[in-house]
Nanobody, 123 residues
């Protein structure tokens, strides 16, 4: 059973940066692609980007290209989401997830989810 735990959220000023972490446990987690999603208040959850087992990134949302970057530390079984130049509209609960594939699948294919971490962007 794969378990994912996000951390690193909080209150950030506009223009600031934050790094979110997704700690994974379970068999072969270092071989799985990990996706990042977010859900803003009153909105549906949307895919942001995914990092494959070979560390290739797939963006599900074009608007975050160049601002959101995913990386991973296999030894720590942790995937990171670095967010730069935060805007108030980036306020959301951020989730990591996996579909237990080594490649990045379509957002609907993710099956195992963390509990999420809140990022609030406000001055």
């Amino acid at each position: 059973q794969v378990q994912l735990v996000e951390s690193g959220g909080g209150l950030v000023q506009p223009g600031g940066s934050v790094r979110l972490s997704c700690a994974a446990s379970g068999a072969k987690v270092d071989l799985y692609a990990i996706g990042w999603f977010r859900q803003a208040p009153g909105m549906e959850r949307e895919g942001v980007l995914c990092i494959s087992s070979s560390e290739d990134s797939t963006y599900y949302t074009d608007s975050v290209k160049g601002l959101f970057t995913a990386s991973k530390d296999n030894a720590k079984k942790t995937v990171y989401l670095q967010i730069h130049s935060l805007k108030p509209e980036d306020t959301a609960v951020y989730y990591c997830a996996t579909g237990q594939t080594s490649w990045c699948p379509p957002p609907r294919a993710f099956r195992y989810w963390g509990q999420g971490t809140q990022v609030s962007v406000s001055s």
